[in-house]
């Protein structure tokens, strides 16, 4: 290899590991790229064979579409989780709103704090308290998402500083106003980035939920069974179909910001 | 010399003093800020308010602003000399805020919604857009302007609703030399647009401030008569300079003038012995 043509690859490489870098998109594609193909030649020749082969996976996964009905039960699966989200972000947003009324403060902190209680215990009470396994599952679900909502919700709505909110007073726009102008619409993208990160939540709920009320199926009922019966390659290929579904609902929300919020990449990028 | 009289009193403060957690910061401030009036102009004016860093200016602007009751005094705005409400005065924050979510034109549209109806609010925004030379980027975000762009538009968003009355907050800081003539431009052409116009200036840069002003008020600390420091910040009846009077005010480049810099030096005698 010419000189000049190593000196070239060893700045690329650099870039690669200086702080705060800013490689090119090609060079950014290529490593990527690069850590992508890594990643499947370890998984193709790993001698200890922990895990299924990728042909093994790829058969699994064949298989649970046309005999399982995978496509059929993650749709199930997604309709319960964007209706548990759609509640939860509401009650979210109420709940996080309400803590300009010195009232409402005490039950957003404690809604926070609710991050922590176990869903075993909780489930029984939801039982008790509704009549079908869909409300119950739901319920749960929501209030998962709801406490960690209103964490995040609540950690943007404390960002508001006296300058934004001065800045809205002097133009004679009243309190409720000032509040609608900067807390609500002036940070309704953040909210939505707030929403995206705690998506992901739902999906780790789901596939315990899923296994207590089965009635519905679901790709967690699924993933329960291919587990219980140690299928590792019908696990490893659920477990693919649920990153990649993720990967492109997070694709969807960045896109969503991107039309509706169009000055939040540009904040953000200045 | 320009001949000039005063009117009506535009903006009073009447022994306001501030307090946060027992500790004094302001201390009986007064203050009048009469309308002037030049024959066959139409200019208003420019006061100033010049205070050293950490002094309690910010907190002055609040009050005047009318965004934090004074612990006690009164200060009183416009031809009736009601009581500041917020809203009544315009306020121009250091970093120049605007609404990040709303295109330049609709936090005109905003801020020109208070005093007009729907129609003539638009018609008032273009007029202003074109007037801040802002006219291009209408449909922009905030984020998508430079540094006087920004500066300009949230001059002209205050002007839109205040009542003549507008205070910007250290409007020099962090600034280099060009961008600081921007911002003198940017207040002069302010006082051009309306005789009852008056910007108040509250800063910490004595040269520019001077430069300005038509009247400039000092803030410091009094002495008892042991010689022991007051605490809170005031103005004296000593540091109260009528520029205008004094042949300082409504010079073009009046900072090149060995007058205009004999006094700044006595002024800044005065700041380095309180």
């Given at each position: 290899m010419p000189l000049e043509q190593q000196t070239h690859h060893l700045t690329f490489m650099k870039e690669l590991f200086a702080p705060n870098a800013q490689p090119s998109r090609p060079v950014f594609a290529t490593m990527v790229g690069a850590q992508l193909l890594v990643l499947v030649l370890l998984w193709v020749?790993?001698?200890?064979?922990?895990f299924p082969s990728l042909g093994q996976v790829l058969r699994a996964l064949g298989d649970l579409i046309t005999a399982q009905g995978l496509i059929q039960e993650l749709w199930a699966s997604m309709t319960t989780a964007l209706q548990a989200l759609a509640i939860g972000t509401v009650l979210a947003l109420v709940i996080s709103y309400l803590t300009a009324l010195p009232f409402f403060r005490p039950i957003a902190y404690a809604a926070t704090k609710?991050?922590?209680?176990?869903l075993t215990g909780l489930t029984f009470f939801m039982a008790l308290l509704l009549s079908t396994g869909h409300q119950v599952k739901l319920s749960v679900l929501v209030f998962a998402t709801t406490v960690y909502l209103v964490t995040g919700m609540t950690s943007v709505i404390l960002t508001t500083t006296r300058e934004e909110m001065d800045h809205a007073r002097t133009l004679g726009l009243g309190e409720w106003r000032s509040f609608w102008e900067v807390v609500v619409l002036g940070k309704l993208d953040l909210m939505l980035e707030v929403v995206r990160q705690n998506f992901a939540i739902i999906w780790t709920m789901i596939t315990l939920v899923e296994t207590l009320y089965q009635?519905?199926?679901g790709i967690g009922l699924l993933l329960y069974k291919q587990n219980r019966y140690l299928h590792l390659d019908g696990v490893l290929a659920i477990q693919l179909v649920i990153l990649a579904t993720g990967a492109l609902q997070d694709y969807v929300f960045v896109l969503l910001r991107r039309v509706f919020f169009p000055h939040s990449a540009l904040t953000a990028a200045s | 010399m320009t001949p000039y009289f005063h009117k009506e009193p535009v903006l009073t403060l009447e022994g306001v003093s501030m307090s946060y957690h027992g500790e004094?910061?302001?201390?009986d401030i007064s203050a009048q800020v009469l309308n002037v009036v030049r024959p066959n102009m139409t200019q208003g004016q420019v006061v100033g308010f010049y205070g050293r860093s950490g002094i309690g200016k910010s907190v002055l602007c609040r009050i005047i602003a009318g965004l934090t009751p004074p612990a006690t005094g009164t200060v009183r705005v416009g031809e009736e000399q009601r009581p500041v409400q917020a809203g009544d005065v315009g306020l121009v924050q250091q970093r120049y805020p605007?609404?990040?979510?709303?295109?330049l034109a609709d936090n005109l549209l905003l801020a020109a919604a208070r005093k007009h109806e729907p129609e003539a609010a638009k018609r008032e925004v273009a007029a202003y857009l074109e007037r801040f030379r802002l006219e291009q980027h209408?449909?922009?975000?905030?984020?998508?302007?430079?540094g006087g762009q920004r500066q300009r538009a949230a001059i002209a968003q205050q002007l839109l609703c205040s009542d003549h009355l507008i205070l910007l907050d250290?409007?020099?800081?962090?600034?280099?030399v060009a961008m600081i003539d921007e911002v003198k431009k940017i207040i002069l052409e302010v006082t051009t647009m309306d005789e009852l116009n008056t910007v108040v200036i509250v800063s910490h840069d004595i040269a520019t401030t001077t430069a300005l002003s038509d009247t400039l008020w000092l803030m410091g600390y009094e002495r008892d008569a042991a010689g022991q420091l007051l605490p809170g910040a005031t103005i004296s009846?000593?540091?109260?300079?009528?520029l205008a009077g004094m042949g300082?005010?409504?010079?073009?480049?009046?900072?090149?003038e060995p007058e205009f810099n004999r006094f700044v030096e006595m002024l800044k005698d005065e700041i380095r012995a309180a």
């Open positions: 020749f790993y001698p200890l064979q922990l609710m991050r922590y209680l176990t009635s519905e199926g | 004094i910061v302001l201390r605007l609404f990040n979510h709303r295109t209408g449909k922009k975000y905030p984020a998508q302007l430079s250290e409007p020099f800081s962090g600034l280099d009846k000593d540091h109260q300079y009528d300082l005010a409504w010079h073009p480049n009046v900072e090149a």
